[in-house]
Nanobody, 114 residues
Framework: QVQLVESGGGLVQPGGSLRLSCAASGSIFRRYIMGWYRQAPGKQRELVAHITSTGSTNYADSVKGRFTISRDNAKNTVYLQMNSLKPEDTAVYYC????????WGQGTQVTVSS
């Protein structure tokens, strides 16, 4: 059973930066397109970025140019560098495959507020 563990969230002022990490157990990680999702209070969970096994990336329009997804297959880890953060980025952030295949982790809270 693959487990996903997200970390790196916190409280940051508008315009600030955070780097999220997601560690996955199991060697099959590298086979999957991995994504970062977020869920704000009262809203559905949405995909904000994903990355293929070879490093091709795609982003939601709301984060394009501000967020960067990357992965280290040797470490079974996917990252999300978030710059120029806005209050509307406040949410719990999760990682999973593009098809949401694995059980969800606990997520990591990102709060953007002055």
């Amino acid at each position: 059973q693959v487990q996903l563990v997200e970390s790196g969230g916190g409280l940051v002022q508008p315009g600030g930066s955070l780097r999220l990490s997601c560690a996955a157990s199991g060697s099959i990680f590298r086979r999957y397109i991995m994504g970062w999702y977020r869920q704000a209070p009262g809203k559905q969970r949405e995909l904000v970025a994903h990355i293929t096994s070879t490093g091709s990336t795609n982003y939601a329009d709301s984060v394009k140019g501000r967020f960067t997804i990357s992965r280290d297959n040797a470490k079974n880890t996917v990252y999300l560098q978030m710059n120029s953060l806005k209050p509307e980025d406040t949410a719990v952030y999760y990682c999973n495959t593009y098809t949401r295949y694995f059980p969800w982790g606990q997520g990591t809270q990102v709060t953007v507020s002055s």
